[in-house]
T-cell receptor, first 119, second 109 residues
Framework: GAGVSQTPSNKVTEKGKYVELRCDPI?????LYWYRQSLGQGPEFLIY????????DSGLPNDRFFAVRPEGSVSTLKIQRTERGDSAVYLC??????????FGTGELFFGEGSRLTVL | KNEVEQSPQNLTAQEGEFITINCSYS?????LHWLQQHPGGGIVSLFM?????KKHGRLIATINIQEKHSSLHITASHPRDSAVYIC???????????WGAGTKLIIKP
């Protein structure tokens, strides 16, 4: 597609359930980022993929959160045993190259986000 | 003190006015991003700057590396420009972006 696509756009779930959020980056973009934005706050970094590997997952809040990008394109963010505090908009972005020093910096393209509500 | 600070936090202006949003940072960076977020919407990247000035339509972004300061200007502002504008710094040694708090802009017709 022409832009970064995220699905679902909205997800309502119950506390304790498992959730998967999908990000389809721009074709050819090697770098992919997940952020979480709570109401009234700026985006919070979660994880950065360069190709298939998670170059940095230090932003994942705890071991209930996990993300994969098995073929270096589509990524799935997985949240186990959801809690009410997980409610947020989960944003995905991609760039042609990573912003890692040495690769140069890449313009970021964001998806529309997936709004997760945990009841 | 936040490493990336934006001003003003809120800005209301009349249609047609020239708008300036400022961003100051206290760390070494490799680039600075300006992004736009509409209420309930996703984030759109406007500019990525490492030096000088960029222009796209009615939007102009400048950066002064020595002064660690960047500005986003909107000429001939229009109500559809109403959004939150965010600057985010990509650091030299850290690819995680450091986000400013955002500037909420409202343009009245």
């Amino acid at each position: 597609g022409a832009g970064v696509s995220q699905t679902p756009s909205n997800k309502v779930t119950e506390k304790g359930k498992y959730v998967e959020l999908r990000c389809d980056p721009i074709s050819g973009h090697t770098a992919l980022y997940w952020y979480r934005q709570s109401l009234g706050q700026g985006p919070e970094f979660l994880i950065y993929f360069q190709g298939t590997g998670a170059a940095d997952d230090s932003g994942l809040p705890n071991d209930r959160f996990f993300a994969v990008r098995p073929e270096g394109s589509v990524s799935t963010l997985k949240i186990q045993r959801t809690e009410r505090g997980d409610s947020a908009v989960y944003l995905c972005a991609s760039s042609l190259n990573g912003v890692l020093a040495g690769f140069g910096t890449g313009e970021l393209f964001f998806g529309e986000g997936s709004r997760l509500t945990v009841l | 003190k936040n490493e990336v600070e934006q001003s003003p936090q809120n800005l209301t202006a009349q249609e047609g006015e020239f708008i300036t949003i400022n961003c100051s940072y206290s760390v070494g960076i490799s680039a600075l991003h300006w992004l736009q977020q509409h209420p309930g919407g996703g984030i759109v990247s406007l500019f990525m700057l490492s030096s000088g000035k960029k222009k796209h339509g009615r939007l102009i972004a400048t950066i002064n590396i020595q002064e660690k300061h960047s500005s986003l200007h909107i000429t001939a502002s229009h109500p559809r420009d109403s959004a939150v504008y965010i600057c985010a710094a990509a650091m030299d040694s850290n690819y995680q972006l450091i986000w400013g708090a955002g500037t909420k802009l409202i343009i009245k017709p």
